[in-house]
């Protein structure tokens, strides 16, 4: 059965820099997104991606994010100057039409 | 006022036991719902979708909706140890595959006890 992959599964980095999450997608899925869930707290949509350019984006998603989809495989989560509260799981998910299959996550800590 | 509330739990039931577990909304143009399964440290699957009022069945389990009352359920029969585990309600506007982000609740934690 088909499903969304991600890595790394766990990325330490320092407070300002800059990491990479990646994820591929269910290969004849159309839509894209990214989620965030901080530790006891509830999943947070992110941004939604169709036809390589942002749908939809929440008010989480500052300037300091970005997502790319640079081939026909992968899609891609950048933040550019990581602070500690960026310390979270960051879930990918891809839709074909009615819903969304969600990856295993990427657990971020910013130290 | 929470766009979606639900029970964090824990909510603890014997083998064998049906079980239900609830959200309630505030925002009204919520049309689509869906419920998710999350084991410790991985990702949401997919358990029912449904977008109208009524009830909803799939082997074990029966997802329930009420528009006008803003509050929709998920029962599990012959509950199993494997049921373990926390049970997460998303809600969108849109046809919850679209653009539109989904809206969570934030799970229940579920233990079901041999």
């Known amino acids: 059965e088909p499903e969304v992959t991600q890595t790394p599964s766990h990325q330490v980095t320092q407070m300002g820099q800059e990491v990479i999450l990646r994820c591929v997608p269910i290969?004849?899925?159309?839509?894209f997104y990214w989620y965030r869930q901080i530790l006891g707290q509830k999943v947070e949509f992110l941004v939604s991606?169709?036809?390589?350019?942002?749908?939809?984006k929440s008010e989480i998603f500052d300037d300091q994010f970005s997502v790319e989809r640079p081939d026909g495989s992968n899609f891609t989560l950048k933040i550019r100057s990581t602070k500690l509260e960026d310390s979270a799981m960051y879930f990918c998910?891809?839709?074909?039409?009615?819903?969304?299959?969600f990856g295993p996550g990427t657990r971020l800590t910013v130290l | 006022q929470k766009e979606v509330e639900q029970d964090p739990g824990p909510l603890s039931v014997p083998e064998g036991a049906i079980v239900s577990l609830n959200c309630t909304y505030s925002?009204?143009?919520?049309?689509?719902f869906m419920w998710y399964r999350q084991y410790s440290r991985k990702g949401p699957e997919l358990l029912m979708y449904?977008?109208?009022?009524g009830n909803k069945e799939d082997g074990r389990f029966t997802a329930q909706v009420d528009k006008s009352s803003k509050y929709i359920s998920l029962f599990i029969r012959d509950s199993q140890p494997s049921d373990s585990a926390t049970y997460l309600c998303?809600?969108?506007?849109?046809?919850?595959?679209?653009?539109?982000?989904?809206?969570f609740g934030k799970g229940t934690h579920l233990i079901i006890q041999p």
């Open positions: 998303a809600m969108s506007v849109g046809s919850g595959g679209g653009a539109d982000g989904l809206t």
């Open positions: 290969s004849n899925h159309l839509y």
């Open positions: 991606f169709y036809n390589n350019e942002i749908s939809e």
């Open positions: 449904t977008y109208s009022s």
């Open positions: 998910a891809s839709s074909l039409s009615d819903t969304q299959y």
């Open positions: 925002n009204s143009a919520f049309q689509y």
